[in-house]
Structures are given as structure tokens and as C-alpha cells.
């Protein structure tokens, strides 16, 4: 038998896996924004705004989550990163413990919204007294919306200097970002800075929805099922996490994920065309099924990626091996469907930039597994 035949044998006993598991683990440990503000603050809007989704698409996608909060997966067939909604503010005697719970255990941010031509606050800053005594909420960004619809610049800027600072008096110092979610013009005004500001906080936001200038083809194509891809990815490195769930074998995953990807480019799926995507790879079995193995056994079945890895956990390795076989069989199955070669040097390079490239995301994603 030879190496990897072992390896194999070993990793995925007979019994079927049930990779449900891995994925439903993954859903309940989403990276997470917690949006709080008033009723008509623009939380619903930010949403819709950020991701660039329609009224419609957003609206359907809430669901019940605590008693104050319903809960936005992006995307619901392929969640990655999950909004909670807070809806309880009006009511007397709201209680943020439950929903400081939902966000607690993963990694999140808080997004204070606040409409600039809006001082009465009080409600909103009752609860954030309460969820700065918990001491629970790592991170916060205080979004100041509709500045548009001020007069004048002297105007806006007293109003968002006004609401900043009964925030930080309750907070302390805040990060914040003025924005215009609708803008007088028509387009968005505030939006990048907005997400660059969420991104450094949750790695993923910038991945999701930075907007990308010049695309090919083969990257628009990629964009569009990217987050299928990290969702796979997600699932992939919860199987590290959890004992029970680790029962899934990574392979399983990722070959389900290909499968899934070869559909999407309209190509039959069947083992041939893995084989072929692993021979121009290069890695044959090897990559594949040595994300399940310990960081020693990794880094010698690997050598060239040994540098990449350094200290990352099986999980982490798990994440990126996942998201940048997803990222290269893209490329493989475009040129394919178009009847164009690819050539190994070019996939090569772009597995490894893809693998270091998702690194900070797979890190984030596994400290939530935890
Ligand atoms: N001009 C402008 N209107 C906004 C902005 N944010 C929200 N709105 C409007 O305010 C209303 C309430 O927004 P919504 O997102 O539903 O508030 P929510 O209750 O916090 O979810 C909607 O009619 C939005 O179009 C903004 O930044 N600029
Ligand atoms: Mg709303």
C-alpha cells in the first residue's frame, strides 16, 4: 500500500460521515455583526447596503434568533458571516443579555447605528450602558447614517459630534463612520470607509464585500461563488474543532465542494476530472489528505508550503487547503468549459497565493470554532 493509500485508509472509515455536522457547526459559530440602534436608524438598510442585496432578499432572510433579535445569514444557502438585528430596544426594561450571548462565543463587532439628525437616544444609550458593564463585546464601530440629509457641513458635523459623544461617554473612545446609506445623489456615500472599518474587526467583511475594480471574466465568475467556496472552507476547518465533528473527513468536503464548483461550470462531475485537476496541481492525493493530519506530518508531506504554515493550527490549514483548492479548481473548470489548457506553473501559483491570501480569515474562523 503505498503512503497516501494509508493515509487514507486511516482518515476515512467505511462508515459514511455525516457532513451535516460539520456544516451545522460551522452556522452556529459565523463571524457576527450585531447591529443596535433605534427603529428607523438604517440598520435593515446598512445591511442591504453592504452585502447589495435587494429589500426583498434581505427581508426574507431573517430569522427568529433571541427574543429581541432576529438573525440575517449571508448568504442563506451558504452562510459565512450572520447579522443580528436587535428589535427590542423600544420595549421598556430591554435586557441585551441574550443577545450579547449570541454574539459573545464568535468572533464579532458591535455596530452602534445612529441616524446624525437624531439626538434623542436614550433607549439606545440605556442598552449600551448594559453591554459595556458586561464586558463580553470585544469590538465596536458607532455608524452615524443619513448625513446627507443635513443642511449644511457645520450642520452634519455638530450632529455626529453630538451623538459621538454621548456614545463615548458611556463607551469611551469609539471608532466611528459617517455614511449616507441611500445618498442624495443616489449612491452610497461613507460605504468603502464603512467596510474597511468592519474589516478590521472581522477579516471576512473584506473579502465579502470589497468591491473589486477591473475583473476577467474568470475572476467575475469567481466572485460569484466565492462565499460557496469559503462556506466549504468554514465546514472544512470545524471538522478540526469539535472530536465529534472531526469524524468528517476534510476530503469529503473538499470533494464535494469541487463536485458542487464543476456543476456551476457546467461540466459533468466524475472522478476523472478530479484526478486531472490533481495532476496539474500537482499534489496528486497528497494536499488533499493531509489537511487532516497534525502540523509535523503537514509540513513534511508539504515542504513548499512549510513556510506558509509556520504555526497554524490544523484547523487553519484545513480553512486554506479547502478555499484555495476551491480557488484553483475555478480556474481549471472555466478554462475547461471554454476549452482552454491551463497551465500547472499558473495554478500552482495560484493555489499558494490563494492559500496565504485567505490565512487571516481561516485564523479568525478557527478561534470561533474553538
Ligand atoms: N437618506 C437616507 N435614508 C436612510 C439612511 N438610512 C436609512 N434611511 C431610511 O430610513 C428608513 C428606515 O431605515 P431602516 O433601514 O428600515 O431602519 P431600521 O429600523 O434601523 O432597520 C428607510 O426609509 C431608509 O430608506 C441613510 O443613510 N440615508
Ligand atoms: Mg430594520
Redesign the pocket.
Known sequence: MSYFQRIYRTLNPARKPDLELAFRHNVEHLPTLWLI??????????IRAVTGLSDIEVGRGFKPCTRTATRYDFLADTPVLTFI?TRGLAEAGYDPREDINACEGNSHALVI?M?ADDPEQSELLDALRQIRQSGMIRNALLVH?????LDSPQERDKCIALNQQAVEKIWGEIENAP?????RSGQPVGLEDLIGKLANFLPIVAELFERRDKQSAEEANFRKLKTEIMWYAGAAGATNAVPVVGLVSVPAIQTKMLHSLANQYGLEWNRRLLAELGSTLGMGFGVQYASRLGLQQLIKLIPVYGQTVGAASAAVTSYCVTYALGRAGCIYFFNKACGQPTSPEELKATYRKAFEHIMPVARDEAENNL
Open positions: 440602534g433605534k427603529t428607523g436608524a438604517g440598520k435593515s438598510t446598512l438585528d447605528v441616524r447614517t443619513a448625513i446627507d440629509l455614511v449616507d446609506l441611500i445618498g
